[in-house]
């Protein structure tokens, strides 16, 4: 069925490192995926996405990379800082329905 | 240009009681989108409308009906309130539903149902 797998949970990185979330998907015809980034209190808000027809997309500090053999993608955030702590979705676009499903979300903590 | 609101903020309710939970978008968005987001459990819809006068179930639509006044306006409701029902509900908005869109969200409304 739509699935979409999200990893790890829960990710601590000092402040200055490196920051990767990894997700697969089920649905080989996926083409549009979306990351998205919730702060606290607030809704979430896409940061980057990609679609099927490029393996990797980059803006500034925030990367994500696409693997459609395998059926997963991953976003990369490099120079953590502070404000990068939020919990962060991915997701993908199942064209059968038109709909977005969702990850289960990644809290990501930054540690000064 | 306040993007989607949505009132209330919060909400306790009991056990059998209803309520609408209201939202709004000033885009001219097309399509809009309910979704509860659940510890560990991400966002997952419940309903969405593609255009004006149209409805369609999302993952988990039991329970809830929804209703697109008009362009600007989906509301949803909760008839007969469960505990099962305690969550945080989003709602979003998209240009036309067009495949791979944007979906901008709304603050959100915190439910609590004793």
């Known amino acids: 069925g739509e699935n979409v797998e999200q990893h790890p949970s829960t990710l601590s990185v000092q402040e200055g490192d490196s920051a990767v979330i990894k997700c697969t998907y089920s649905?080989?015809?996926?083409?549009?995926f979306p990351w998205y980034k919730q702060e606290l209190g607030k809704g979430p808000q896409l940061i980057i996405d990609?679609?099927?027809?490029?393996g990797e997309k980059k803006d500034q500090r925030i990367a994500v990379t696409l693997n459609k053999t395998a059926k997963h993608f991953s976003l990369h955030i490099t120079e953590t800082q502070p404000e990068d702590s939020a919990v962060y979705f991915c997701?993908?676009?199942?064209?059968?329905?038109?709909?977005?499903?969702f990850g289960s979300g990644t809290r990501l903590s930054i540690r000064p | 240009n306040a993007g989607v609101t949505q009132t209330p903020k919060f909400q306790v309710l009991k056990t059998g009681q209803s309520m609408t939970l209201q939202c709004a978008q000033d885009?001219?968005?097309?399509?809009m989108y309910w979704y509860r987001q659940d510890p560990g459990m991400g966002l997952r819809l419940i309903y969405y409308?593609?255009?004006?006068?149209?409805?369609d179930k999302g993952e988990v639509p039991n329970g809830y009906n929804v209703s697109r006044l008009n362009k600007r306006e989906f509301s949803l409701r909760l008839e007969s309130a469960a505990p099962s029902q305690t969550s945080v509900y989003f709602c979003?908005?998209?240009?036309?539903?067009?495949?791979?869109?944007?979906?901008?969200f709304g603050p959100g409304t915190r439910l609590l149902v004793l």
């Open positions: 990609i679609r099927s027809n490029v």
């Open positions: 649905d080989s015809a996926s083409n549009y």
């Open positions: 997701a993908a676009l199942y064209s059968s329905a038109s709909k977005i499903i």
């Open positions: 885009m001219n968005h097309n399509s």
């Open positions: 979003a908005s998209s240009g036309n539903g067009a495949a791979g869109e944007t979906q901008y």
């Open positions: 409308s593609a255009s004006e006068g149209t409805t």
